[in-house]
């Protein structure tokens, strides 16, 4: 635990004498679920200077606050505090707690747990491999001071330090470095007492623990890991009941194809390849009557390959742009965008891709109609609704216009161009939005189709207020380029 190895090292840094007792039980199940109980003592001495005005603070850590600790559990789905006690009897603190969770998955999305816990989880060769990559005791094992130190002073400081660990796997332990091990649990328990080697301290120290069981039934997603990678949070923002709600749910969102492309330096004896990020095409498809004016945010919550191998944003979004839904060829409501991922494993053979994008939708639109546009170049658009841009007519061709405006034009969600009778139409193709110096400028391409308008008439969509909805995705087992 990084936490509990961070503290020891402290206390035998300032000399001081007294106790410490960690003792916890981590349980999982096939399905993801399980418990964890937990123990934590300081010694009188160490609880005295917890409590000095010029002492060490730990009310700040995650188990000894439980209203920091219900806090932490509420964003993990599923997740209950049993109990919890913080008491001081003799002079020494003693927590005592026991959480409940319904998947293991959500646990470790919480940061804060994922860091007390520090168990590690992954599939190898057939097997559930649990292990924790730093010491029993400390990050480094036998710390820089009690290494200088006469192994005799370190004992008089840290006589009565405790620490037992507990886990119990789905399945019988098959493998590891357990102290004991007894069908599906596997222990780790180091006690100074006054007998104690220096040799026998450092072994100990030294311990990383590790225990496998078979993965036969096991089904909660691997590897465990924190939400903190991911770019944005999006669990804020559902719509409300009602009909745009209602839309949302028809919204499509589907892998179409992938790309990898590695660069390959070549010298006489060797290859060298450098970063592969993998790029995921997707398609998105909405109702005809929801018209999203685009999207901003794109997260990814959980993505890794079938070697367990991690998947992020190659690239994270650092604002909240709007991109265009670029509608494509003979489809008005189905739009292509690209995500780049990290690289994945040189063996990974498929990939799992879980996440979210942030669809922009106008609670209401407004029509309006420019007669004549092009005999407008240069000119100031003057029609109701359109007050708010300033905009002016800078070019205009048989498919394309640009405008420029003083205002942003984000609420602009749609244009074409129509004839007089509004018998004939030309749909967008592409707009394209950019900003130079003060202007907000928009190039907008229509498709001409076979016939050709000669006074078209520009049709304006702007949007009233615009809410923004996080729409999930989740793909499955899809197969490596």
């Not at 620490?163 to 006690?191: C, H, T, Y």
Request: charged share 30%; with cysteine; hydrophobic share 40%.
């Amino acid at each position: 635990m990084k936490k509990f190895s961070f503290l020891l090292v402290v206390f035998a840094a300032v000399l001081l004498t007294g106790c410490f007792e960690l003792d916890d039980t981590f349980a999982v199940n096939r399905d993801g679920s399980g418990s964890w109980k937990f123990k934590w003592k300081l010694g009188p001495k160490m609880t005295a200077m917890m409590e000095s005005n010029d002492g060490f603070k730990m009310d700040g850590d995650l188990l000894m606050s439980e209203q920091k600790l219900r806090a932490a559990l509420t964003k993990a789905k599923g997740a209950k505090l049993v109990s919890y006690s913080l008491k001081k009897e003799k002079g020494s603190l003693t927590a005592r707690g026991e959480i409940t969770f319904a998947s293991i998955v959500d646990l470790y999305r919480v940061k804060e747990l994922e860091e007390q816990l520090n168990w590690q989880f992954k599939k190898v060769d057939g097997r559930l491999e649990a292990r924790i990559t730093q010491g029993l005791m400390s990050a480094d094992g036998e710390n820089d001071i009690t290494k200088e130190m006469d192994f005799s002073a370190v004992k008089g400081m840290m006589l009565g330090l405790k620490i037992d660990r507990k886990l119990i796997l789905p399945s019988d332990v098959q493998s590891g470095n357990a102290m004991e091990k007894s069908g599906n649990q596997a222990r780790w328990v180091f006690v100074l007492k006054s007998d104690t080697t220096r040799e026998s301290f450092r072994k100990h120290s030294e311990i990383k623990p590790l225990a496998t069981c078979s993965a036969e039934g096991v089904t909660f997603k691997l590897p465990l890991g924190p939400a903190g990678s991911v770019p944005v949070d999006l669990s804020a923002y559902s719509a409300p009941a009602g009909e745009t709600a209602e839309q949302l749910k028809e919204v499509k969102i589907t892998a179409t194809r992938a790309q990898l492309m590695r660069n390959a330096k070549y010298t006489e004896d060797n290859i060298f390849f450098g970063n592969a990020p993998l790029t995921l095409h997707m398609d998105v498809e909405w109702p005809a009557n929801l018209k999203p004016s685009g999207w901003s945010q794109l997260t990814i919550n959980e993505a890794a390959d079938t070697t367990g191998r991690k998947l992020t944003l190659h690239r994270p979004q650092k604002d909240d742009t709007i991109q265009e839904f670029r509608t494509k060829f003979k489809k008005e409501n189905v739009s292509g965008i690209q995500i780049g991922l990290s690289e994945p494993a040189r063996l990974a053979e498929s990939y799992n891709v879980k996440g979210a994008l942030l669809m922009h939708v106008p609670g209401s639109l407004k029509v309006i109609k420019v007669p004549g546009i092009k005999s407008l170049k240069g000119k100031k658009l003057e029609q109701p609704g359109l007050e708010e841009f300033d905009m002016t007519v800078k070019f205009v061709s048989g498919s394309n216009v640009q405008l420029a405006a003083k205002a942003p034009t984000d609420s602009i969600v749609d244009l074409k161009m129509i004839s007089p009778d509004g018998d004939k139409e030309m749909k967008r193709f592409h707009l394209h939005r950019s900003k130079f110096r003060d202007e907000h400028q928009m190039n907008v391409g229509f498709s001409v189709g076979r016939h050709r308008i000669d006074d078209p008439t520009l049709v304006i969509v702007v949007a009233g207020e615009i809410g923004k909805y996080a729409v999930p995705f989740e793909f499955k087992d899809l197969k490596m380029p």
